[in-house]
């Protein structure tokens, strides 16, 4: 039996890996004072057609939605900033002061699965609600930036950054884009020519050969912003620039989604590949409004973990495994006392042996790949010790039942 397309289960040393981006994320998190939230991975399906737009491809082509037993349109949570938007509103935190989330779960979409890119997927995630305010993009950025850096994957990285302005402004450019994607129309790829109407911005985003050829043609978004746009741009990257952030500006950069506006921003790890987006984010000011809440501003980012384990160098989440058993069944409250008396060590991981002879216990803690083994022999416990065997020196000696979890800290 298969598991379904597009989706994967995760074990052994991937499990190991997935935790720990998912660990490094959260420490980052809490250490800059966001708050932790989770959202059901099933919402109300116009949460999403508001918010993402009728004509953006998570609600044309890749949404998974259905109608419920009881007449609801639901979806299966395609991205997680919409989900935190309605949690803000639905649980009364617009007022709290601390309006800094962070979250990471799997996320739906029906997409053709590829390297990178798979129909479940998990991500990790932080929203910022508040005024606007350039420092804010400034410091998620700066979030990012040690995330990355954490899990030694940054020098692999190119962070591009980009503006789509305000609403007005963006309107005065998608009117000039699609008048020039109108005069080469024939140029373009059949997927580009249905977004003309429908979403022009995301045809910059095209990977298509045909496509990317006319981009060094193409009105630049930056010739249409108002002054305040402008402004708001100029001192987010003079920011970056102080801190010594590397960016590049890419003029070309969109985020495909109705709801962002101003700072759009991607950390890609290789131009020649369709997915190459490990972690990207942008600003949307006025999601909060069009879902029935207050006018509050918004910015956040989201990485993908499949993507981040496809370019972080092997780790070694290795344990030293200890078998414990007892040479006598007399002996097995004993044993289990002492192992539930022993002290949790992320180094080590402890197995109970049992079934067969003396012979047959060892045997299995090799198969088990054991480091060494705690054996509780009659005549040791009678002195309240316990016989410690490390198999890779071949020694043996006896450790004082008390004294247990201080010689396990020496073995690692």
Same mark, same amino acid.
């Given at each position: 039996?298969?598991?379904?397309?597009?989706?994967?289960?995760?074990?052994? =040393?991937?499990?190991?890996?997935?935790?720990?981006?998912?660990?490094?994320?959260?420490?980052?998190?809490?250490?800059?004072?966001?708050? /932790?939230?989770?959202? $059901?991975?099933?919402?109300?399906?116009?949460?999403?057609?508001?918010?993402?737009?009728?004509?953006?491809?998570?609600?044309?082509?890749?949404?998974?939605?259905? /109608? #419920?037993?009881?007449? #609801?349109?639901?979806?299966? &949570? $395609?991205?997680?900033?919409?989900?935190?938007? %309605?949690?803000?509103?639905?649980?009364?935190?617009?007022?709290?002061?601390?309006?800094?989330?962070?979250?990471?779960?799997? +996320?739906? %979409?029906?997409?053709?699965?590829?390297?990178? %890119?798979?129909?479940?997927?998990?991500?990790?995630?932080?929203?910022?609600?508040?005024?606007?305010?350039?420092?804010?993009?400034?410091?998620?950025?700066?979030?990012?930036?040690?995330?990355?850096?954490?899990?030694?994957?940054?020098?692999?990285?190119?962070?591009?950054?980009?503006?789509?302005?305000?609403?007005?402004?963006?309107?005065?450019?998608?009117?000039?884009?699609?008048?020039?994607?109108?005069?080469?129309?024939?140029?373009?790829?059949?997927?580009?020519?249905?977004?003309?109407?429908?979403?022009?911005?995301?045809?910059?985003?095209?990977?298509?050969?045909?496509?990317?050829?006319?981009?060094?043609?193409?009105?630049? !978004?930056?010739?249409?912003?108002?002054?305040?746009? &402008?402004?708001?741009?100029?001192?987010?990257?003079?920011?970056?620039?102080?801190?010594?952030?590397?960016?590049?500006?890419?003029?070309?950069?969109? %985020?495909?989604?109705?709801?962002?506006?101003?700072?759009?921003?991607?950390? !890609?790890?290789?131009?020649?590949?369709?997915?190459?987006?490990?972690?990207?984010?942008?600003?949307?000011?006025?999601?909060? /409004?069009?879902?029935?809440?207050?006018?509050?501003?918004?910015?956040?980012?989201?990485?993908?973990?499949?993507?981040?384990? +496809?370019?972080?160098?092997?780790?070694?989440?290795?344990? /030293? !495994?200890?078998?414990?058993?007892?040479?006598?069944?007399?002996?097995?409250?004993?044993?289990?006392?002492?192992?539930?008396?022993?002290?949790?060590?992320?180094?080590?991981?402890?197995?109970?042996?049992?079934?067969?002879?003396?012979? =047959?216990? +060892?045997?299995?803690?090799?198969?088990?790949?054991?480091?060494?083994?705690?054996?509780?022999?009659?005549?040791?416990?009678?002195? =309240?010790?316990?016989?410690?065997?490390?198999?890779?020196?071949?020694?043996?000696?006896?450790? $004082?039942?008390?004294?247990?979890?201080?010689?396990?800290?020496?073995?690692?």
């Amino acid at each position: 039996m298969n598991s379904v397309k597009g989706t994967k289960d995760i074990f052994g =040393k991937t499990v190991l890996e997935h935790d720990h981006v998912v660990k490094t994320f959260e420490d980052i998190c809490v250490f800059n004072n966001f708050k /932790k939230i989770s959202t $059901p991975i099933l919402e109300h399906e116009n949460i999403f057609i508001k918010t993402l737009g009728v004509s953006s491809d998570i609600i044309s082509k890749e949404m998974y939605n259905f /109608k #419920d037993q009881g007449g #609801d349109y639901l979806v299966l &949570r $395609p991205e997680g900033t919409a989900a935190i938007v %309605r949690a803000l509103i639905t649980n009364s935190m617009q007022e709290d002061i601390n309006k800094n989330f962070f979250y990471h779960g799997p +996320m739906f %979409r029906r997409e053709k699965p590829q390297s990178g %890119r798979l129909r479940q997927f998990h991500q990790v995630g932080l929203e910022v609600f508040g005024d606007r305010n350039f420092l804010d993009d400034v410091r998620i950025i700066i979030l990012a930036e040690n995330f990355l850096s954490t899990l030694n994957i940054r020098n692999k990285l190119k962070l591009q950054i980009n503006t789509l302005g305000d609403s007005k402004s963006r309107k005065r450019y998608i009117i000039e884009l699609q008048k020039f994607l109108k005069n080469n129309y024939s140029k373009l790829s059949i997927d580009s020519r249905k977004k003309i109407e429908t979403n022009p911005l995301r045809i910059l985003d095209s990977k298509d050969e045909n496509d990317r050829n006319l981009f060094s043609s193409l009105p630049q !978004i930056i010739d249409f912003l108002d002054s305040n746009s &402008r402004d708001f741009f100029l001192e987010t990257t003079k920011m970056l620039t102080s801190l010594d952030i590397k960016f590049d500006i890419n003029p070309f950069l969109v %985020r495909g989604l109705d709801y962002y506006n101003h700072t759009a921003f991607e950390y !890609i790890f290789s131009e020649s590949k369709s997915q190459n987006a490990v972690l990207a984010g942008g600003r949307y000011d006025g999601l909060v /409004k069009s879902l029935g809440g207050k006018d509050l501003c918004g910015i956040g980012w989201a990485a993908g973990i499949e993507r981040i384990l +496809m370019i972080m160098d092997n780790m070694d989440f290795s344990q /030293k !495994i200890i078998g414990m058993f007892s040479t006598s069944d007399s002996l097995k409250t004993q044993l289990l006392k002492t192992y539930n008396s022993l002290k949790l060590n992320e180094n080590i991981s402890f197995n109970l042996i049992d079934g067969g002879n003396f012979k =047959k216990k +060892m045997s299995k803690a090799n198969k088990l790949n054991c480091y060494g083994c705690l054996i509780l022999g009659e005549d040791e416990w009678k002195e =309240k010790k316990i016989i410690w065997k490390n198999f890779q020196t071949g020694n043996q000696e006896n450790i $004082p039942i008390n004294s247990i979890d201080k010689f396990l800290e020496k073995i690692y």
